[in-house]
């Protein structure tokens, strides 16, 4: 699905059709280059020599209305719910290794196994053992009877959280979910290393301040000026399960896929692309949105979504574009491409997820993005969506 137009970076091509996400920007030299990338499936060096971030990590873990994950009677206190706990079950299938700290394994023995009998079998279909890696953090003693070292592999370590994830990545691991307690969550979050949370609330008080928190002081990235991205708010019950994305690449996904539902949204044309594009300011807010031909026959997304801002709103310099294809740089239309758009507003980040093809007009837009010193994201996972959305103008000639 080689659609890159520049022979310049045969590398990255490669990275796009093994469906990478890349990262191009400018080199010292002021060129251009693919800087760095992040693999979204598995671990894999990049062009410097580092390790991708290829392991997603989601932090999962109940609270009360009060912040407490659980009380001090010295028993486990049940947070969820029947139908909670069974999701939990589910996420718990889908992933590599559950991670708790000794205090939960001293506090509430968990066996911290995949419990459904289906999903166990599907694992085993699947080629994988019946439960994920066990893996509990403790530099002391834990007991020898503990209730996870009965059902599957476990794995009992310590370090620092970089460390601990270098040695599950070496194992094979690429979904890592945590579980707790408040010591090991505070210390994932602050490392910065998370890309999901997943917060159940529950309707009550535990209402005495010597219970474990969900977190612990530390010093986070997510502060009232660098919002995390909430991705859903359910229901389960009388619990609510909120999902907020804490990762640049797990946030990218998110409002991709958004700059891809909006493009559904664009009136049909044989002449032109259907394209979604959304605007989102440095502390995550989504501050303008815009579809092909929203306001007029011409409009381009990404033209539409700037002109709902001033020109010189201060947010524009920080602020991230999505688009669900590359700006264009030659347009028919109109004098100003969505690349110059983009450059005249300060907009220092681009993020789209299809290389415009050379139907209509042939696009440079990304190399002169990049060429101009904005940090350009490809993330290539959505391209059959928007073939979807395009198919008509995709089709060949005499179709
Ligand atoms: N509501 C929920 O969803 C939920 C989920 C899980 C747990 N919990 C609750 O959380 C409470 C436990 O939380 P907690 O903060 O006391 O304990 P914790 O976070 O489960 O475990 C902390 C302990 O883990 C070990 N540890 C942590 N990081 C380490 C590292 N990097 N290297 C080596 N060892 C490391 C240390 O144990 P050593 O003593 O061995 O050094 C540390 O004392 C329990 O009450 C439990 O019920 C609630």
Redesign the pocket.
Known sequence: MSHWKSPKWPFVDALVARNRAVVLGPDSSGGVSAVRYVALTSPEKDLSGRIGDTMYVLL????SLDGY??DTSGE??V?SNAADLDRVDAERAGVDAIL??????R??NPRLSVRSPARRAAREAAGKPATPLKVV????D?PQDAAFRADGESLV?????DE?LARLAARGVTRLMV???????T?FLASGRVDELQLVIAPFFVGDRAA?RFVHDGRFRWHKDHRATLAAVEPIGNVVLHRYLLGESAVDGHWLAHAVALSRRCPPSTTAFSVGAVIVDAAGERIAWGFSRETDETVHAEESALAKLAADDPRLAGATIYSSMEPCSTRKSRPLSCTRLILDAGVRRVVFAYREPSTFVVGEGAEQLAAAGVTVVERPELVAEVREVNATQLAPPGR
């Open positions: 999962s873990c109940a609270i994950l659980d486990r206190l947070l708790v700290g000794a205090g939960t394994v506090n509430d953090l403790s530099n002391g834990l370590t310590g370090g620092s959280v601990v579980e707790g307690g408040g010591r090991v969550l210390a474990p």
